[in-house]
């Protein structure tokens, strides 16, 4: 597949310099095309019967096989979720954490992962992002390191072997912004989010968390689909592996475009994110200051020049979109395997002035 074929999946590309893949990423037309043929199927057919859930059930073990490639593991290690967020709830809440414990983690974290571990009742130890900060912090009470593995503000990867000490804590890594867009290594990682509208181009519910342990983590939230077999007093029996861990209910629409998303990414999509993200950064470097260090990830943040919310606004009428982050200072652009030459020039025109 050349890079003109697999970008003209992106109908969006068309019209925008669409880079904000951070938050949401580009539809493919292909997913789009399934969510509305299942759709016209319940609509014809109704959401019942026998062979209605068998198929949900056999779509999402493909889905977990497909998000199991992507994070090169194996999918009895795959829970599928509907976010990043439910992903870090079910690891905080099945840890059992309490007010002796501890959890370390960075000032950089989205509030999908810094919320839930505010109300995990442990004391929660903020530090700089950095990996020397992270494991100065961690002390005998510490029973969780949970950071992201590409910061959703400055776009800098942390070192996950680095971060997993032997006989250390557990870590919890926020993947919203390095599944698909990166390749994973899940070394050092005990639990890895996915954030599957982000990079990977799913439709909205959609998301994914790996437990390398899981008999080790309680099961906080029972689900159907996490039971294999269930009485009706409630007690019941988890499914094997990372199973006992799927969250509630995806439905079919939203299951058939997350797996043809799955299947629009080319093999050689790491490099080309990468190489986008170079690019930018060599446009951008004589109009902004850039906070993304250099070869971290497909990120490229910066502080602007001026107001970032009226430069954000003026980007978007020239067809640019791009990210601010409130209350930072920051703009984020987000570069993936699609994105063209033309998408940074516009981009670096509208910064130009």
């Known amino acids: 597949m050349t890079f003109e074929e697999a970008r003209a999946q992106f ?4 019209r925008f310099a669409y880079l904000n893949a951070g938050s949401a990423g580009p539809l493919p037309r292909t997913a789009v095309e399934a ?9 014809a057919e109704g959401r019942s019967g026998a062979q209605y859930i068998e198929e949900l059930f056999a779509a999402r073990e493909r889905i977990r096989g497909g998000i199991a490639e992507v994070l090169e593991t194996d999918a009895e290690l795959v829970a599928l979720t509907d976010s990043t967020t439910r992903g870090c709830q079910t690891v905080v809440a099945g840890l059992r954490l309490g007010s002796d414990d501890e959890i370390v983690t960075t000032d950089e974290e ?20 950095d990996e020397e900060a992270l494991l100065a912090a961690v002390t005998p009470r510490t029973k969780l390191v949970a950071v992201s593995h590409v910061l959703w503000t400055t776009g800098r990867r942390l070192d996950l072997a680095r971060l997993r000490q032997p006989d250390g804590p557990a870590l919890l890594v926020d993947g919203a912004q390095s599944a698909g867009a990166i390749a994973v290594d899940l070394t050092g990682a005990d639990f890895y989010t996915v954030s599957a509208q982000k990079w990977l181009c799913g439709p909205d519910p959609s998301g994914a968390l790996f437990v390398r342990d899981p008999d080790r983590l309680r099961v906080a939230f029972p689900t159907l689909f996490g039971a294999l077999s269930h009485e009706d007093d409630g ?3 988890p499914k094997d592996g990372a199973r006992r861990f799927d969250t509630g209910w995806i439905g079919g629409p939203s299951l058939a475009g997350l797996e043809a998303a799955l299947a629009v990414h080319p093999d050689w999509r790491y490099d080309a994110a990468a190489e986008s993200a170079a690019r930018c950064r060599d446009l951008l470097a004589p109009l902004v200051d850039i906070v993304t260090p250099p070869g971290h990830s497909t990120l490229v943040s910066f502080h602007p020049p001026g107001n970032p919310t009226e430069l954000v606004a003026a980007l978007g009428e020239r067809g640019v979109v791009v990210r601010e ?12 395997w699609w994105t063209s030459e033309d998408d940074l020039r516009r981009l670096a025109d509208g910064l130009g002035g």
């Open 11 to 14: 109908p969006v590309f068309e």
């Open 35 to 43: 969510t509305q043929a299942k759709l016209e199927r319940d609509l």
């Open 110 to 129: 989205h509030f999908g992962l810094i919320g839930e571990l505010r109300a995990s009742g442990a004391r929660v130890v903020v530090t700089e992002a």
């Open 235 to 237: 007690t019941y029996v």
């Open 325 to 336: 982050l409130p209350g930072r200072n920051i703009v984020r652009a987000s570069c993936g």
